[in-house]
């Protein structure tokens, strides 16, 4: 299982790339692996102010559909418009050409509250 050292993660499955204001989300490795194949990313909250942990669009699998939920407070400021045409990058480039949305974080103080990709593997066990 792929857990990179440079990103931090969230309970809720959701991987974070910290650049200067901005911050770039997607779901990790297990989480797509749990979901089995995505078939559907649905964002519509672009451009949206919305708080920590507010649902910010939903991740269909064929089996199930997710909630996703925004790591840190902020305004979305861009969507992956080519996970609306090949939602299986999540899937397969889960860190890469899979990400979801990019987020100008208001609120840096949350970032202490994100954990270590230490913290994560031991979140589920790895």
Request: glycine share 8%.
């Amino acid at each position: 299982m792929n857990i990179p050292s440079e990103l931090k993660y969230t309970k809720d499955h959701e991987w974070v790339r910290i650049e200067g204001d901005t911050a770039t989300v997607g779901i990790t490795d297990f989480a797509q692996g749990e979901l089995g194949d995505i078939v559907y990313v649905e964002v519509d909250t672009l451009d949206e102010t919305l708080d920590r942990e507010e649902v910010f669009g939903t991740v269909e699998a064929v089996k199930t559909v997710s909630d996703l939920f925004l790591p840190l407070t902020g305004e979305i400021v861009a969507f992956n418009e080519t996970l609306e045409d090949e939602p299986e990058k999540v899937n397969t480039d889960p860190y890469g050409e899979g990400w979801m949305v990019k987020i100008k974080f208001s609120n840096s103080d949350e970032l202490d509250d994100l954990l270590s990709d230490g913290d994560y593997k031991e979140l589920i066990g790895a």
